[in-house]
């Protein structure tokens, strides 16, 4: 039988996530006026979902035999410094995993009895994203002329990855109650990351910076057209099918977090 406690955590998560909903999404669209402090007051939530995203691009370019320089947070968001690896997937690291990431933690707030694990994992992945994040520091400019786009108060953003760190610190000496609500705050973060900036998903035009978005960059692979040339039709599609992705690990970790265990 299934205990009253599992249940709980299910109801917990299904509370959490209307919550989070009803701030992150709703209320800008029901309140346009109030959109801006929306904004202001989930934004170190939101870069949550930067953090994850840019750890996403270098961790997919190490594993396909590519290489990851650094990467950096800014008030514009992040960008992650790669080369070589396999370009698509590189891509669908930043665009998809923040949503994948989120999806498991969903799973494990509910499934998993030994909750040390993805703490220690989250403690792995944490420490790995502030390295590549204070890299740059020691890396020579003659040999990557890219770090001419590096500033040092980029290091500000250290706090986020060394914050994170301390609440993992901390939550392993938690009751299994806390962990569990920790890990459903933080899989809910990461996952509407994925949906709070649809504004750069479907952005068509050329970033700030001159850069196009991930989602043009990754249409482009797959059409004989250039990113500059890519048609806007073209672009949507990919933009959807990202977005549709996005959803589907979202309602994914969601279903397997509520199911109820199979009796022994």
């Known amino acids: 039988m299934t205990s009253n406690r599992g249940l709980g955590h299910r109801r917990m998560l299904l509370s959490l996530m209307a919550g989070f909903f009803l701030l992150w999404v709703a209320l800008p669209l029901l309140f346009p006026n109030l959109a801006y402090l929306v904004y202001l007051l989930t934004a170190p939530l939101r870069y949550v979902g930067v953090f994850v995203h840019e750890m996403g691009h270098g961790l997919a370019s190490l594993l ?7 990467f950096q947070l800014d008030a514009d968001g ?8 396999w370009q698509s ?7 998809l995993g923040p949503a994948l990431c989120g999806s498991a933690l969903l799973m494990v707030s509910t499934r998993a009895t030994k909750l040390w694990i993805p703490y220690l994992i989250l403690l792995l992945f944490f420490a790995c994203g502030g390295y590549y994040m204070i890299k740059p520091v020691w890396m020579s400019s003659a040999d990557y002329p890219l770090l001419a ?10 706090a986020l990855p060394v914050l994170l760190m301390m609440a993992c610190l901390l939550l392993l000496r938690a009751t299994d109650a806390w962990q569990r609500l920790a890990l459903q ?31 043009r960059v990754f249409a482009s692979l797959f059409l004989p057209f250039s990113v500059q040339a890519l048609p806007w039709l073209a672009f949507v599609f990919f933009a959807l099918l990202i977005g549709l992705l996005n959803f589907a690990l ?8 509520l199911a109820l265990p199979q009796p022994q």
């Open 64 to 70: 396909t035999g590519g290489s990851f320089y650094w």
């Open 78 to 85: 992040g960008a992650a410094i790669t080369a070589g690896g």
């Open 89 to 95: 997937l590189v891509l669908l690291g930043g665009l």
């Open 149 to 158: 786009q590096w500033k040092v108060t980029h290091l500000l953003a250290v």
């Open 185 to 215: 705050v933080l899989g809910i973060v990461m996952c509407y990351s994925a949906f709070s900036d649809t504004s750069y998903i479907f952005q068509y035009e050329a970033l700030r910076n001159g850069m196009y978005s991930d989602v």
């Open 250 to 257: 979202l309602g994914l970790g969601v279903m397997r977090a």
